[in-house]
């Protein structure tokens, strides 16, 4: 039996049959801007991008990981930035899950059925790219092999889930706005890593629903 079997069937559990904690856990790690003042007015359009991540657990000795990415420097919102596989639903996707686990292939060749997959997360819309992101969760119990996409991907880092409970993961810093104002924006520092914006706030409601039944992580 996997190491934190019970675990999973917690999260399940939770994701499953309790309210999800998304919007309180996402203002928790929201730049100042949307955590006082227009969190609300921050919605998506019609013209709106709908896109899919996938959150995935995976079992390494007794810890459970979390893999995610490094995008490459390029011109747009999210060059550089520590993420989640994950992308717009093309046209011929069927579901948003389906989008989910073909960009988790296609982006660092990890291959998850549907028997993998303990729910989704909230949606969380993002303006500096206009998209709407829906979180799927996927545990598969033992450690891959990546094989990320160089286009893509510059690499794929694990991260120890128990990590983002230290305290000192914690941090915050001042941003400037392109409208000049200055900002105050949280996010986690973990091996020289910052992870901040959305991929923080899924993180943050990760991080909730454990706390629901261990409050001091795990």
Same mark, same amino acid.
């Given at each position: 039996m996997p190491a934190n079997n019970h675990l999973i069937e917690e999260i399940r559990y939770f994701i499953q049959n309790e309210p999800l904690p998304g919007d309180a856990a996402h203002l928790k790690m929201c730049m100042t801007r949307r955590s006082v003042g227009d969190w609300k007015s921050l919605q998506p359009t019609a013209k709106t991008k709908i896109c899919a991540v996938t959150v995935l657990l995976l079992e390494q000795g007794s810890d459970l990981v979390l893999p995610l990415i490094q995008r490459p420097v390029y011109a747009g919102v999210h060059s550089g930035q520590i993420s989640f596989p994950g992308g717009k639903k093309d046209p011929e996707d069927p579901t948003l899950l389906y989008t989910a686990l073909r960009e988790l292939y296609e982006e660092i060749g990890v291959k998850a059925d549907a028997e993998h997959v303990l729910g989704a997360l909230t949606d969380i819309y993002i303006p500096p790219s206009d998209s709407l992101v829906t979180p799927y969760l996927v545990y598969i119990p033992q450690k891959i092999t990546y094989q990320p996409d160089e286009r893509e991907v510059v690499s794929v880092i694990d991260f120890k889930l128990r990590d983002f %409970?230290?305290? @000192? $993961? +914690? #941090?915050?810093?001042?941003? &400037?706005?392109?409208? #000049?104002? @200055? %900002? &105050?924006?949280? +996010? +986690? =520092? *973990?091996?020289? #890593? @910052? !992870? %901040?914006? $959305?991929? =923080?706030? &899924? !993180?943050? @409601? *990760? #991080?909730e629903i454990i706390s629901h039944k261990r409050p001091q992580g795990f």
């Open positions: %409970w230290k305290p @000192e $993961a +914690y #941090k915050t810093r001042p941003t &400037i706005h392109p409208d #000049k104002t @200055e %900002w &105050i924006t949280p +996010y +986690y =520092s *973990l091996q020289d #890593k @910052e !992870i %901040w914006g $959305a991929t =923080s706030m &899924i !993180i943050s @409601e *990760l #991080k």
